[in-house]
């Protein structure tokens, strides 16, 4: 059973950066693409970004060159490296399998990500 544990997140300002870890239990890490998700307060959870085993990355158009997504295989650790934030990018972040319909259970509990001045 894989399990995830998020952290990093924090109450930053408007233009600010943050940088969020995922450690993933589970020895086949490396062979999966990974991806963060976030959802918002009333909002679905969304997709924000992933990395394939191979290094092929997605953004969703509203992070496209704010935020970057890398990985650790040797460490089993997704990283998601932000800045330029804005007040729409607060939510609580999570990771998981991308993309979503190769979600696993249970997901972790997440880490909050709060943009406000």
């Known amino acids: 059973q894989v399990q995830f544990v998020e952290s990093g997140g924090g109450l930053v300002q408007p233009g600010g950066s943050l940088r969020l870890s995922c450690a993933a239990s589970?020895?086949?890490?490396?062979?999966?693409?990974m991806g963060w998700y976030r959802q918002a307060p009333g909002k679905q959870r969304e997709l924000v970004a992933s990395m394939s085993s191979g290094g092929t990355t997605y953004y969703v158009d509203s992070v496209k060159g704010r935020f970057t997504i890398s990985r650790d295989n040797a460490k089993n650790t997704v990283y998601l490296q932000m800045n330029n934030l804005k007040p729409e990018d607060t939510a609580v972040y999570l990771c998981?399998?991308?993309?979503?319909?190769?979600?696993?259970?249970?997901w972790g509990q997440g880490t909050q990500v709060t943009v406000s001045s």
């Open positions: 998981n399998r991308a993309p979503s319909v190769y979600t696993v259970t249970p």
């Open positions: 589970g020895s086949i890490f490396s062979i999966y693409t």
